[in-house]
């Protein structure tokens, strides 16, 4: 069973950026997507961003689209979340999930997420 851990996060002003790192503790396969997701209390957890590991392939949420870039190291089996122009309303916390997806493009449900880190802590303060 993959475990992952994420780190990263921080307190910053608007308009600051933040990465993010999510380690794998074994390979992730080509088979894998690897996500980003974030929660506020009280609200659902929110799909951020996905990556076809290996491939690359990404996709965003609109409300993160131009600011937030994901990436992949292979050989770290780690992902990351570049955030840049943060806004208040990224404060949350952050989770790295993983799940075995087929076709070049991942699922964004979280359902389809079996593995999730234990989240990292993003502040944004004006």
């Known amino acids: 069973q993959v475990q992952l851990a994420e780190s990263g996060g921080g307190s910053v002003q608007v308009g600051g950026s933040l990465r993010l790192s999510c380690v794998a503790s074994s390979a992730i396969t080509s088979s894998h997507c690897m996500a980003w997701f974030r929660q506020t209390p009280g609200k659902e957890r929110e799909r951020v961003a996905t990556i076809r590991f290996g491939a690359g392939y990404s996709d965003y949420a609109d409300s993160v689209k131009e600011r937030f870039t994901i990436s992949q190291d292979y050989q770290k089996n780690t992902v990351y979340l570049q955030m840049n122009s943060l806004k208040p309303e990224d404060t949350a916390m952050y989770y790295c999930?993983?799940?075995?997806?087929?076709?070049?493009?991942?699922?964004?449900?979280?359902?389809?997420?079996?593995?999730w880190g234990q989240g990292t802590q993003v502040t944004v303060s004006s």
């Open positions: 999930a993983a799940g075995l997806m087929y076709g070049r493009f991942c699922d964004t449900a979280q359902r389809n997420y079996d593995t």
